[in-house]
């Protein structure tokens, strides 16, 4: 989708130091109830990139990404005695990561459309998504359809 080419009128202005294209950083907080173990849970963070970069980003030195996964299953786990947990087995995990790649691309989508207006260091201005046209240009390539 060529959102960036498309829209109008809402281009940054970056008077001051503006960041080198690509720089920035993201943090993902993975959750779940799944039985996983700690190494199933690492697994499952190195699938965020393929959600970053179903977007085009994660490929620049100035990217600091930071992944975070827990499990809160098996509460009793965390013991000094002796306990039994459950677990998936590696096999059934596949799931998981198409989830956690899918989950982190939606979430990067609905942070850039909910964003608003912001202006930081050096009267550096970023402006939110123009909603009427992302509508029109989702119409004009008929992955929204006009109601009615």
Request: proline fraction near 6%; charged fraction near 20%; glycine fraction near 10%.
């Amino acid at each position: 989708m060529p959102f960036g080419t498309e829209i109008k009128g809402f281009e940054q202005e970056l008077p001051g130091l503006a960041p080198k294209p690509g720089d920035g950083s993201i943090i993902v907080i993975i959750a779940t109830d799944a039985p996983l173990l700690p190494w199933q849970l690492s697994k499952l963070c190195k699938r965020v990139s393929l959600g970053i970069g179903s977007l085009g980003a994660g490929c620049q030195n100035g990217s600091g990404d930071i992944c975070l996964a827990f499990s809160t299953a098996n509460p009793e786990a965390f013991s000094a005695n002796t306990v039994t947990i459950e677990m998936l087995s590696d096999e059934e995990i596949d799931p998981f990561y198409r989830a956690v790649a899918q989950a982190v691309e939606e979430e990067i989508l609905n942070a850039i459309v909910a964003a608003k207006t912001m202006e930081g260091r050096n009267r550096n201005k970023v402006y939110g998504i123009p909603h009427d046209q992302v509508k029109a240009i989702l119409e004009k390539y008929k992955i929204l359809f006009k109601q009615g």
